[in-house]
């Protein structure tokens, strides 16, 4: 009830972080491009294979001074996979212990989702997906977050040979949605979901430009092709943005969902990063996933603060000039200099710059060492974070379950009617 919501903004209101007001609004007005990199962990970056870099384009995006790029970027998906990763992003809110929250609720619960917020202020927004508009109840869940336009593979020329796994190969799908992008007035606010890079990992012949990893795991082995893949996608699509001039007024945010290979693959794993022992410590910081934020006149660089797929939001909205503290989301400003630098993981795991928690043992993060005979100071630390860690999901957990946000009227804000939205019809 609404007495609950009070409880949750006490707690934001006392973890509250101010944002870095010298990135405020630089992004003001401009058209946003969300580039959901399907199963694309952080080691990917950089990473050579038989001498050749995996994905260059998305390297050098990476690399250049205009990319706020970030390495201690962890998902933090739960059973929810890549709807966690999307109810994160866009809502601040953590997924649910067990299955979907886009699935569960996404269909009946209130949310003040990006879209939303940037439509009632003018923008266009929109998604465009390869693959079946149904899969994680996505044409139901984005009206809730009140996006106008869904274009999932209905939209889109499908042929056997454009086709595998779960929807469109990546560069299709690319190229098919530039006479979408070219329709949507600006300022627009557009996510686009991949999907080739996604396990089993597979690629028709035409477009193996890479040979597979040998470490004789089959899950793990075709990775680096899909990876390599998407890399050249993204590579088009980029021509395309620099090409029309789209890139100029555009703010384009990239980010991996989470991993690509699962806490079963240590032996494999350790092969790829040549590393001699691979334990759930190491699979833990695997969860690193990228996120870069990249538009021309930015001031980027590779930033080394621990955060995760719940703070992007607010990284976002100030970004783009929204900086209203007063929100129900559990994220921070990841540019934010005084940030408290816990990352939740949904199982309860976590990790801080100096901590990490792996199915309750405690490690150093910077050597994975085990702590062993924690002073009363150190252990008093590691329960207060475990005891944060813990709340902030029950309480995200109760604002999803108690569909609290129906509660919450900000000023700012125009509840959304889902019946505004038809994703049928197709842009005039
Ligand atoms: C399908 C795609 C896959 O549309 O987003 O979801 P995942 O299996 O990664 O959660
Ligand atoms: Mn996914």
Known sequence: ?????????????????????????VAKGKNVLIIHLESFQQFLIDYKWKGKEVTPNLNKLYHQSDTLSFDNFFNQVGQGKTSDAEL??????????????????????????????LGQDGYTTAVMHGGEGSFWNRNNAYKQFGYQYFMPLSYYVNKKSYYIGYGLKDKIFFSQSIKYIERLPQ????????????????????????SKTDTGDSTVDGYVQTAHYLDQAIGELMSYLKKTGLEKNTMIVLYGDHYGISGNHHKAMAQLLDKKGYNDFDNLQQQRVPLMIHM??????????????????PTIMNLLGYNDTNTIQFGHDLLATNREQLVVQRNGDFVTPKYSKVTGTYYYTKTGKKVKNPS????????????????????????IRGNLLRFYHPSWFKPVNAKDYNYQKKIA
Request: proline letters at 4%.
């Open 376 to 399: 009363k100071k150190v252990k008093e630390e590691l329960a207060s974070l475990s005891n944060q860690v813990t709340t902030q999901l029950s309480l995200s957990d109760r604002v």
């Open 296 to 313: 021309p006149g930015l001031k980027g660089g590779i930033n080394h603060t621990y955060g995760g797929e719940i703070d992007v939001l």
């Open 1 to 25: 009830n609404a007495s609950d919501l009070k409880s949750v903004q006490a707690y934001l209101q006392k973890h509250q972080v101010t944002p870095n007001a010298s990135y405020t609004g």
């Open 88 to 117: 994160m992003l866009e809502n601040s809110l953590y997924g649910l212990s067990s299955g979907s929250a886009m699935s569960s609720y996404g269909t009946a619960n209130t949310f003040e989702a990006a879209p939303a917020i």
């Open 187 to 210: 300022p627009f606010y557009l996510k686009m979901i991949t999907v080739t890079n996604h396990y089993p990992y597979e690629l028709d012949k035409k477009n193996q430009s890479i």
